[in-house]
């Protein structure tokens, strides 16, 4: 079964620090990755989406994660945090019709 | 335009109560998905539901949990003789088609906390 692995369950950066999350997936043939946002209070909401092509895929709010096939990885950054970028990330793969989430990752961010 | 809509927003029922949750996806989505979402634990798929084609179950963690959709359009999750473990976030999504190439919208969710 494909899965997906976030093994940062909290991570706390200063405001205007770079970001990066990790996220390791299991999958056979070129996977479908994704990238959802769950801010406070709010539903969840795509930030970028990788089917094929570039690896490094650009995503809404300045964020970027990058497909690396010989690490089973999909990183997300961003070079500058923002206060309002505190919330839940979630990378998750697609599996035939439906798409597998990771635990998360809560972001926490320092004044 | 309107989203995924989900009600109620909260529930709190009794140990053993049965409970109907209720999803409106985006008009003229084919694809209509439920998820659970537990502490600490992610999204967990539930069932997907695509046009007229046969549910895909294979998430729902027991026969006490069962979801149909009306019409092609509203859904409605059904949890019976609900346990304390069933506390959680339940969330909808609905996409213009089925599988991960289109985009899943999702609604705000309806917490379900059992007593």
């Known amino acids: 079964a494909q899965s997906v692995t976030q093994p940062d369950i909290h991570i706390t950066v200063s405001e205007g620090a770079s970001l990066e999350l990790r996220c390791n997936y299991s999958?056979?043939?070129?996977?479908?990755l994704f990238w959802y946002v769950q801010s406070p209070g709010q539903g969840l909401q795509l930030l970028l989406k990788y089917f094929s092509g570039d690896t490094l895929v650009q995503g809404i709010k300045g964020f970027e994660a990058e497909f690396k096939r010989s690490q089973s990885s999909f990183n997300l950054r961003k070079p500058s945090v923002h206060w309002s970028d505190a919330a839940e990330y979630f990378c998750?793969?697609?599996?035939?019709?439906?798409?597998?989430f990771g635990k998360g990752t809560r972001l926490h961010i320092l004044p | 335009g309107a989203g995924v809509s989900q009600s109620p927003s909260n529930k709190v029922t009794e140990k053993g109560k049965d409970v109907e949750l209720r999803c409106d996806p985006i008009s003229g989505h084919t694809a209509l998905y439920w998820y659970r979402q537990s502490l600490g634990q992610g999204l967990e798929f539930l069932i997907y539901f695509q046009g007229n084609s046969a549910p895909d179950k294979s998430g729902l963690p027991s026969d006490r949990f069962s979801a149909e959709r009306t019409g092609g359009s509203v859904s409605t999750l059904t949890i019976q003789r609900t346990q304390q473990e069933d506390s959680a976030v339940y969330l909808c999504?609905?996409?213009?088609?089925?599988?991960?190439?289109?985009?899943?919208?999702f609604g705000p969710g309806t917490r379900l906390t059992v007593t």
């Open positions: 999504a609905s996409s213009s088609f089925g599988g991960p190439f289109y985009e899943q919208y």
């Open positions: 999958y056979g043939a070129t996977p479908y």
């Open positions: 998750a793969v697609g599996d035939d019709d439906k798409i597998i």
